[in-house]
């Protein structure tokens, strides 16, 4: 059974940075696709960035690109979202997720994590 867990969500402002981390375990991570999703309130869950375990090919949704950086440690097991020039619109819960084929649709992802909270103040 593989289990997600993400960590390093919290409280920032306009224009600061946060790391979200997502550490895996039950299965090996080679050869699978990992991505980091959020929802805010009311609204439906969304894309924020995929990586591609083996290939290290990766996808971003235009309203975080150039602000946020996926990346992962094969060693650790671990998947980071690196945010930076946060915007209160970036506020939500975010989930890390793993997918056995790569995909951009939250349908493609067989497993998540619990989500973490980050919330950016104006």
């Known amino acids: 059974q593989v289990q997600l867990v993400e960590s390093g969500g919290g409280l920032a402002q306009a224009g600061g940075s946060l790391t979200l981390s997502c550490a895996a375990s039950g299965r090996t991570l080679r050869t699978t696709t990992m991505g980091w999703f959020r929802q805010a309130p009311g609204k439906e869950r969304e894309l924020v960035a995929t990586?591609?375990?083996?290939?290290?090919?990766?996808y971003y949704a235009d309203s975080v690109k150039g602000r946020f950086t996926i990346s992962r440690d094969d060693a650790k097991n671990t998947m980071y979202l690196q945010m930076n020039n946060l915007k209160p619109e970036d506020t939500a819960i975010y989930y890390c997720?793993?997918?056995?084929?790569?995909?951009?649709?939250?349908?493609?992802?067989?497993?998540w994590g619990q989500g973490t909270q980050v919330t950016v103040s104006s």
């Open positions: 990586i591609r375990w083996s290939a290290d090919t990766t």
């Open positions: 997720a793993l997918s056995g084929q790569w995909s951009i649709k939250p349908t493609s992802y067989a497993y």
